[in-house]
């Protein structure tokens, strides 16, 4: 079986999207029953790798100036290079399908080149009209007629949670299957935690619909505890300026990013993870925390919440106040923190990237 693929994020660029995708070839890697050629993104020149004997990843460049924020410039560059690129490959090689990562712009080409194959799309958020409140208004012209069209005429729409299907269901009636996302669960395990301090850890990119600003807010009246941040964006400097004017440059540290393996490491150290988004599909981030072992605290938004079953608690969007108190309800009770803990890993331990590139192998087939 002959697969194109293509996904504008792919590591080092881009976020979760970047790391499922990463993590599902990884599976593919040992299938040699399967053929993928992927079309991605470089930040500074175009690379070709082989990923695996069966595996080839096309990066292209689109001039990015940040390898974790995308502009719509840079959004067309990769389109249109994508499109080209993906006509020459064609031409050489018999594809049984397109997977296109993202409604849009990958969909489009899918949409485009859906008489040489079929395609399917895999909606990751900020593709779906309601999720992003930053292109509200060009979900309203222009997203929301060409999803209609793009899912629509797709042989398969997946979402990576219950909760974005819903917000997808109010673009488009058409038919939508939900395959969560993976966590590796031999690379992400727990350690054992000696501090007394509450260890807080969070790992995301730094833009406002990430809602760092409530999780800062959250602990400025904690007394015992330190909040690690793992990321960086657009909004770094201004939550750095929010910790120093809040007085509490003590209790947080911004390590920007880092090689994503190193990460084990911190989350091991850590005791409670929280992710206060505004929206989110399937956070990658909660099920390596949960995978090691973390309590969490996360808002009641998209997929995450779905992953919240006596592990944590789930609490409003954009309230410090909410989180501040099951923070000190954790600084109070530290059973509590083991216990939920210990529940997380059972979850993760069910929710493997082998099963789910089982369930995408399933949807390719009976297209194939």
């Not at 109070?332 to 099963?355: H, T």
Request: glycine content about 6%; hydrophobic content about 35%; aromatic content about 10%.
């Amino acid at each position: 079986m002959k697969i194109l693929m293509l996904n504008y994020e792919f590591p080092p660029v881009g976020g979760g999207a970047a790391n499922a995708n990463y993590n599902l070839l990884k599976e593919f890697a040992k299938d040699k029953d399967i053929e993928i050629d992927l079309i991605t993104s470089s930040q500074d020149k175009f690379n070709f790798e082989a990923f695996s004997e069966n595996i080839r990843v096309f990066k292209l460049d689109v001039k990015k100036e940040n390898k974790h924020y995308w502009k719509m410039a840079e959004l067309f560059r990769w389109s249109l290079k994508a499109y080209i690129l993906s006509k020459k490959l064609i031409k050489n090689k018999r594809y049984n399908l397109c997977h296109c990562w993202f409604g849009w712009p990958s969909g489009l080409i899918g949409y485009k080149l859906r008489k040489k194959m079929p395609y399917i799309v895999a909606l990751r958020g900020s593709d779906v009209p309601g999720y992003n409140t930053r292109l509200r208004s060009l979900d309203n012209i222009l997203f929301r007629p060409l999803s209609k069209k793009i899912w629509g005429s797709a042989e398969n729409v997946i979402a990576n949670s219950d909760g974005l299907k819903r917000l997808a269901s109010k673009t488009s009636n058409c038919k939508i299957n939900v395959i969560y996302n993976g966590i590796d669960v031999q690379e992400f395990n727990p350690g054992y935690r000696t501090k007394k301090e509450l260890r807080i850890l969070s790992t995301s990119r730094l833009i406002r619909r990430k809602g760092i600003k409530y999780l800062i807010g959250a602990i400025c009246d904690l007394k015992d505890v330190r909040l690690d941040i793992f990321g960086d964006g657009n909004l770094r400097t201004e939550l750095e300026s929010l910790v120093s004017g809040r007085g509490i440059k003590n209790k947080v540290v911004f390590h920007g990013n880092i090689h994503h393996p190193e990460l084990k490491r911190y989350y091991q150290e850590a005791d409670v993870f929280v992710l206060p988004s505004l929206n989110e599909g399937m956070s990658n981030s909660l099920l390596e925390a949960m995978a090691s072992g973390l309590a969490v605290i996360t808002t009641d938004t998209g997929g995450t919440k779905e992953l919240i079953k006596d592990n944590g608690f789930v609490v409003k969007k954009e309230s410090s106040k909410a989180i501040s108190e099951k923070l000190r309800l954790f600084e109070s009770k530290r059973d509590l923190v083991i216990s939920m803990g210990k529940q997380s890993r059972k979850i993760a331990e069910n929710m493997s990237w082998k099963k789910t590139a089982e369930r995408y192998w399933r949807i390719y087939d009976e297209l194939a």
